[in-house]
């Protein structure tokens, strides 16, 4: 008798679990939230060669995003755009230029930002900032001896970004994209594409 109810609880125990991963993953948002706008004068045409920076105030993440994480989205966005047939120059060339002629991405340097863009043959800059906002975990109890518990760590991962035209100094291009996972790679990856989808749309959403 022992041994059957080892085994019945055992049985539980595994038909426990596999719930706890369907209803964890339940609890995880995986559609994207968006919000652009593009110029109505913008024309992007698809062999377009464009640069891909982070933003220069990384403290406004709500989570104060680390530079080597933001520069990561920096590349996931670059790869993505890649992808799309875009021409993206390395992100490591435009970093040599801009610290050998003392550029930063401040305001008041537009005129050697749109210089850097003649030297480097690129159409647009765009400018990207990393922001996450860890959720509050919570605790599920799915027995009634409170024998199993699930802790959800996932967090809110989101991207904002504007594109300038390195021709005419304007922002042709603003997006502001969110969504939820627990692999930050993916959640960037998918981020990526609905605002390249976006800026390829040529119009509000």
Not at 54 to 69: A, H, I, N
Not at 102 to 125: T, V
Not at 193 to 203: D, H, K, M, T, V
Request: charged share 15%.
């Amino acid at each position: 008798m022992k041994v059957l109810n080892s085994a019945v609880f055992c049985l539980l125990l595994i038909s426990t679990a596999a719930g706890c991963t369907s209803l964890q993953s339940a609890r995880i948002r995986q559609d994207v939230t968006i919000d652009t706008h593009v110029a109505s004068t913008t024309s992007l045409p698809s062999m377009a060669t464009l640069m891909v920076l982070t933003l220069p105030l990384e403290d406004l993440s709500l989570s104060k995003t680390t530079l080597t994480v933001n520069e990561a989205a920096a590349d996931i966005v670059s790869l993505e755009l890649l992808n799309g047939g875009f021409n993206v120059i390395d992100r490591a060339v435009v970093n040599d230029y801009m610290r050998l002629q003392g550029i930063g991405l401040r305001s008041g340097e537009l005129s050697k930002i749109l210089g850097m863009g003649e030297s480097l043959e690129a159409h647009y800059l765009i400018l990207t900032n990393l922001f996450e906002n860890l959720q509050a975990s919570h605790k599920i109890d799915f027995l009634p001896w409170n024998i199993l518990t699930s802790l959800d760590t996932s967090a809110n991962i989101g991207i904002s970004a504007r594109m300038i035209d390195l021709k005419r100094g304007e922002v042709v291009w603003v997006g502001i994209a969110t969504t939820q996972d627990q692999n930050f790679q993916t959640a960037i990856q998918r981020i990526a594409r609905e605002l390249i989808s976006s800026l390829q749309g040529g119009g509000d959403q």
